[in-house]
Every structure is written in C-alpha cells, then in structure tokens.
C-alpha cells in the first residue's frame, strides 16, 4: 500500500472545479456562510463521510467537522475557514466570485486566502477513502476568521467532549506551504472619551475630546517607540510588538467643543509579551494625567477602555513542529506577524502548525490569486499525510 500511495498523485483538473464552486459563494464575513458550508456537506456526504455542523447562536452561519478513518483517538486535522474579506472599494480587474485563469494564476476573492487550501482538503476526500488509515483525518471548516477568529471558538470548546480531539491540527494559511512554528497574538481595543461640550468661542469652559483622544494616541505611539527600542526577535517582521490605531471619529461641528471621540486600535503583540499591558499603561497615563484637568471641568468626563476581542498567539510544540516539518519534507520553521486559528487550536490542546498554500502578501488585496503550483504542492503534503495516517500503529 505504501508504495501505491506514493505514486497517487492530485491533479489540477481534481482541484480546480472544486476552487472555482467555493469561488462562487460570496462569504464576506457579515453574510452567512451556510450555502458554502450546505455545498461543503452535499460533496462529503457523496464520499459517505458523516458531517457534524456546529451552528452560531442565530443560525446564519456554521462550522463543519468530518472524520475519515478509524474512530480511534488523535490523527491530524486539516483546518480552514470559509469567510474572506470584503470586496467593496477595491479595484477589481475580474470578477472577485468567478475564478478566472491567467496563464498558471487563479484569480478570485479568497483563492489564497484560503479556499485554495479548502480546494485542495476536498479534492483529496477521494484519496483519504481509499487509504487504510490507521488514524483519522479530520476536515474542518470555519467562519468569521477575518472579524477576530470567532467562529472557530465553538467547535474547539468541543474537541474531547462532542467531537473527537486531533493529536495534530495543519491551518492551512497562506504561508507558501513553509511550516509556520509561531505567530503573534492579537488584541483589539476601543476607547470612548467623553469630553464636556461647549460654544467653540468658550473652549476653555469645555473639555474636547477630541484633544483628549490626541493625546491618548500620541502615547500610543510612543509606547510603540519604546517596543520598537526595546524588543528583538528576528523571526517576526517586524521584530517587536506593534500598536496600531485603525479608526478615530468625533466631534459634530467645527464650532462645537466635541462631547465624544472614540477610537479603535489594536496590539500585535510577539507570544511572549502581554499586549493587554499597553491598554493597561494608556489607562493609567489616562488616569494620572489627564483626567484630573478633565473632572475639574465637569464631573460629567470619563476615559474608557474596551476590550473587543484577542486571537491568542501561536508557539507551537516541539512535536507539533516536528510532524509539520515531516510531512511538508522540510528542514526548518519559521515565524509569521499576522494571526491565525492556529494559537486557539494550540490552547484547546490540538498541536498545531501553519502550512498552506499561496502567498500572504496576495491576501486581502484586489485582483487576489494563487499561483496553480502552490495548489499541487499543497496536495502533495496532503498525499504525504494520507501516508503517514496509514504507517500509524
């Protein structure tokens, strides 16, 4: 058998209708994403492979897990999600939900981030039934990956109790099918200032908070500094922590002192530092140095600090690392700045890795694509996967 597999091969006509059908199915992440998920089912379910879906709360959208193989614990799970960013704004040269062929490049919106990897999962189902897996491979597809890796949540939280526990879990991110080892975490913030308004003519009577909001940035920044001076570690680009202030908005007239202003921002943070450490500090500068001047005005002034949400970092094990490295035929990792599922994996007690096709810096953008190469190199490992779940005592 071991020598029969090593000769099977996935072939690009295998992969490429299954691309373009998830192509077709516009998963922006404020839509539902269960037509997607109900196509996902009918093509497994054909291969007589049970799904079991785990629904959100109100039911528009839903997460799958399938088991191919021995019900017997562990075996390697192969992870992604279904929902892509949005396309609205951006200058599209195709059709975003219409794979499009440009000699050996596949357009479309999420064709590397990440229904490429999807694509490749599917095409192999055939292949994974035909083995004699000692130990199972599970498939299992996501939602609302780009909003802060919610939709995955559920389903872990259910990993050895409802739904079986892999020993290892692929996230198949774009990552040119190099073996990601570590990722930095993600935290989200909101902070609200209120201000005391007043006639612009009487400013000094009123409290903007739009200064105040200015001022609260400006010692973002120079946390950033000190981040930037005072840590180093080569493996991420860049190589420290990171604070980032996406969103501002405030006031209502020039000539009103504005009453509000909020702002949304963000740590990306390396795994070994607390990024909730800089909202800490902001609050704390906020408290000691400028809230005093703000009450002495009005009683009616407050700072606050909301937490949005937190994609945990990802160090991955020694052993997880190893088997990723095996399987991908590779001989080192490496470190990645963006943020994954693959850290809530790794907390839910599945070892994970990063490796999947295409390459990140086409992600989000328009005109987004995967070169047909990164897809069969991709189902390679997966063929190497197949074999190692067979070799298994």
């Known amino acids: 058998m071991k ?98 062929r440009k000699g050996s490049a596949l357009y479309g919106r999420g064709t590397t981030d990440m229904k490429g990897f999807l694509a490749v999962m599917l095409a192999c189902v055939p292949l994974f039934k035909s083995c004699a897996l000692q130990r199972p491979v599970h498939l299992i597809f996501s939602y609302d990956e780009e909003i802060g890796c919610t939709g995955v949540r559920p389903l872990i939280a259910q990993l050895g109790q409802g739904l079986p526990r892999p020993a290892f879990v692929m996230v198949g991110e774009p990552s040119n099918n190099q073996v990601v080892e570590a990722h930095k975490s993600i935290l989200s913030f909101v902070t609200h200032v209120h201000g005391f308004e007043a006639h612009s003519s009487l400013r000094h009577r009123a409290v903007s908070a739009i200064d105040v909001a200015a001022k609260l940035i400006t010692y973002l920044s120079g946390q950033q500094d000190e981040l930037a001076r005072g840590q180093n570690d080569p493996r991420f680009d860049p ?16 000539n009103i002192v504005a009453k509000t202003c ?56 020694a052993g997880a690392i190893e088997l990723g490295l095996k399987l991908a035929q590779q001989n080192s990792s490496f470190a990645v700045s963006y943020g994954t599922e693959a850290g809530l994996f790794e907390g839910g007690g599945a070892p994970s890795v990063i490796c999947g096709p295409g390459n990140i810096n086409e992600a989000h953008k328009p005109n987004e694509f995967i070169e047909e190469e990164e897809l069969l190199k991709c189902a390679e490992i997966m063929v190497r996967t197949a074999h190692y779940l067979e070799d298994l005592d």
């Open 3 to 100: 020598q029969q597999l090593q000769r099977q091969t996935i072939s690009l006509d295998q992969i490429e209708p299954i691309l373009e059908t998830l192509i077709s199915f516009d998963t922006t992440s404020h839509k539902s994403n269960l037509e997607i998920i109900a196509y996902i089912k009918s093509y497994l379910e054909k291969w007589d492979v049970p799904c079991h879906l785990i629904p959100n709360e109100t039911g528009d959208k839903s997460s799958l897990f399938a088991s191919i193989g021995p019900h017997l614990p562990g075996g390697v799970g192969l992870s992604g999600h279904t929902d892509v960013v949005p396309v609205v704004g951006q200058d599209w040269h195709t059709d975003p939900f219409q794979l499009t």
């Open 239 to 254: 190589p420290y922590s990171s604070v980032h202030v996406g969103h501002v908005e405030g006031g209502t007239a020039r």
């Open 262 to 317: 909020s702002f949304a921002w963000e740590v990306r943070a390396l795994p070994s530092f607390d990024g909730g450490a800089i909202a800490a500090n902001m609050m704390a500068y906020a408290t000691s140095d400028l809230l005093p001047g703000m009450l002495a005005i009005s009683d009616q002034c407050r700072v606050e600090t909301e937490k949005l949400g937190a994609v945990p970092g990802l160090m991955a094990s």
